[in-house]
């Protein structure tokens, strides 16, 4: 018989080989969590369709040891991804670095010059109104460097 996990794998491939479009992957991925680390990336993907209605959700970098693919958030370029791992949920931001960060949300990542991270872990919450505020920052910055003008509400 078999067992839960295995269940979520194999319809996981059978998502994943069947061409679904990305969105339809990020529920496969956060299905396949399941737990805490499920229900993070799925609030957290939330809270960035909140922040910006029109961000684009993409899978990058599928391989076959994770046929799922990476979450990525993307509005006139990468604004952030979100990787799973045993023990976080990471939250890269592309230009990180290049952000204002008044509530202290980046975590990880914080030597190099461009990227920056918010790592989560079981049991953790994430400030919502300031992990919104980065998203938008995120998206204003790209949206400057793209020549292009961000929608404002």
Not at 62 to 79: A, F, M, Q, T, Y
Request: glycine letters at 8%.
């Amino acid at each position: 018989m078999k067992n839960a996990a295995t269940t979520m794998t194999a319809d996981a491939s059978k998502v994943a080989e069947g061409g679904a479009s990305p969105a339809q992957l990020i529920d496969a991925r956060i299905e396949q969590l399941g737990g805490w680390r499920g229900e993070m990336l799925a609030r957290v993907r939330t809270l960035i369709k909140q922040a910006d209605p029109e961000m684009v959700e993409e899978v990058k970098w599928r391989k076959p040891s994770n046929l799922l693919g990476v979450p990525v958030w993307e509005h006139d370029g990468i604004v952030c991804t979100g990787e799973t791992y045993k023990d976080k949920v990471k939250l890269t931001f592309a230009h990180g670095a290049s952000l204002d960060d008044p509530a202290g949300l980046f975590n990880s990542s914080l030597e190099g010059n461009t990227r920056r991270a918010i790592d989560l872990h079981d049991g953790e919450s994430i400030n919502e109104e300031a992990f919104k505020a980065l998203v938008r920052a995120a998206v204003a910055l790209n949206s400057s460097r793209s020549g292009k003008k961000p929608k404002s509400d």
